[in-house]
């Protein structure tokens, strides 16, 4: 992998904007030339920097749905330990994104309910059954303030 210099990085800011940045768009944006521009998107899919382009979608259900955030300690955090959760937490499908932590709590989870007593239903027949599991806390998300897809909060201010 070659080193980003203030090109790439540029590029891909503004490809996190939009993904679907036409070429042409792109070169004008950073300035080069559209073959310039297609020599580094390349480079930088090819070097692994860029690992692909995605839809991020949002279901109606999703928009009347509860997010709830929560973080997960384990009784230990051996090899085993960690793969065993880490297989376990993979087979819910409510949960839609899983990270292993530093810190107080070993995991943090987000997990998409219908409403707080689907989230019960998911606590008790799921979350708590996850091997290794001593503590779980759950918060319940409010509102999105940011999200993959969603406007920045420097372009909602105009700063």
Do not use: W
Request: hydrophobic share 35%.
């Amino acid at each position: 992998m070659h080193a980003l210099d203030a090109l790439d990085h540029k590029i891909l800011r503004l490809l996190r904007k939009d993904g679907r940045m036409s070429n042409a768009k792109l070169a004008a944006e950073v300035g080069l030339s559209p073959s310039a521009c297609l020599r580094r998107l390349h480079m930088l899919e090819h070097s692994g920097v860029i690992r692909g382009y995605t839809a991020i979608i949002e279901t109606m259900d999703e928009e009347r749905s509860v997010t709830v955030i929560v973080q997960i300690t384990l009784e230990r955090q051996t090899e085993e330990y960690l793969r065993r959760f880490d297989a376990a937490v993979r087979r819910c499908p409510e949960v839609r994104e899983c990270y292993l932590l530093s810190g107080s709590s070993d995991y943090l989870l987000r997990v998409v309910a219908q409403n707080p007593a689907d989230y019960d239903r998911i606590y008790k027949d799921s979350l708590s059954r996850l091997p290794g599991v001593q503590r779980i806390q759950s918060s319940f998300a409010i509102r999105s303030v940011v999200r993959p897809g969603s406007r920045s909060a420097l372009e909602d201010t105009g700063d």
